[in-house]
């Protein structure tokens, strides 16, 4: 298989079909790196595609991979969040692909937010450097409750609450 394969695009109503996937391929992932990634409920992850705050991979009409887009502070600080490759398609560069899609559509949609993103893995670390992220200490993060709120899903969400919300396994960057 090669990149030319696989379309990455920004997702609408079309792709609402691909929500289930979507979150099984997130939570087997999760339980694979038995590190943190939170879930998410499926109306969520739909409303995000309905939004077109998401980007979708596909292989002719096979979900290969996908992320999203979420807006915080009254659209001041904007975090690309979700980024998952299904394992068929891991290896191909397409992490890359969705990653700079999404960077790209959050810096068109809000070109003046604060672009950031939690990791606790080093692929997404590294795109992240590669697309100009720097880490950052928690507090030059949002503020905002509600995207704390969506650390409860994860499973390293104690440490965070523990410290205050100073440190955890995720690296911050903005």
């Given at each position: 298989?090669?990149?030319?394969?696989?379309?990455?695009?920004?997702?609408?109503?079309?792709?609402?079909?691909?929500?289930?996937?979507?979150?099984?391929?997130?939570?087997?992932?999760?339980?694979?790196?038995?590190?943190?990634?939170?879930?998410?409920?499926?109306?969520?992850?739909?409303?995000?595609?309905?939004?077109?705050?998401?980007?979708?991979?596909?292989?002719?009409?096979?979900?290969?991979?996908?992320?999203?887009i979420e807006t915080w502070?009254?659209?001041?600080?904007?975090?690309?969040?979700?980024?998952?490759?299904?394992?068929?398609?891991?290896?191909?560069?397409?992490?890359?692909?969705?990653?700079?899609?999404?960077?790209?559509?959050?810096?068109?949609?809000?070109?003046?937010?604060?672009?950031?993103?939690?990791?606790?893995?080093?692929?997404?670390?590294?795109?992240?450097?590669?697309?100009?992220?720097?880490?950052?200490?928690?507090?030059?993060?949002?503020?905002?409750?509600?995207?704390?709120?969506?650390?409860?899903?994860?499973?390293?969400?104690?440490?965070l609450k523990r410290?205050?919300?100073?440190?955890?396994?995720?690296?911050?960057?903005?």
């Amino acid at each position: 298989m090669t990149q030319d394969e696989l379309t990455v695009e920004v997702a609408s109503d079309k792709h609402l079909i691909y929500v289930d996937e979507i979150l099984k391929t997130i939570e087997d992932a999760a339980k694979v790196r038995g590190t943190g990634i939170a879930k998410r409920k499926p109306e969520y992850v739909a409303q995000k595609i309905k939004e077109a705050k998401a980007v979708i991979a596909l292989q002719g009409e096979r979900f290969a991979g996908f992320s999203y887009i979420e807006t915080w502070e009254h659209k001041q600080y904007v975090t690309t969040s979700g980024l998952i490759v299904h394992p068929d398609f891991r290896g191909l560069g397409l992490a890359k692909r969705i990653k700079d899609l999404t960077f790209s559509l959050a810096r068109t949609r809000w070109p003046h937010a604060k672009i950031f993103s939690l990791t606790s893995g080093a692929a997404v670390m590294t795109m992240n450097t590669q697309l100009g992220y720097k880490p950052v200490t928690f507090a030059e993060l949002t503020s905002d409750e509600a995207f704390w709120k969506g650390c409860e899903g994860c499973i390293n969400v104690d440490v965070l609450k523990r410290t205050d919300r100073k440190y955890c396994i995720c690296t911050g960057m903005l």
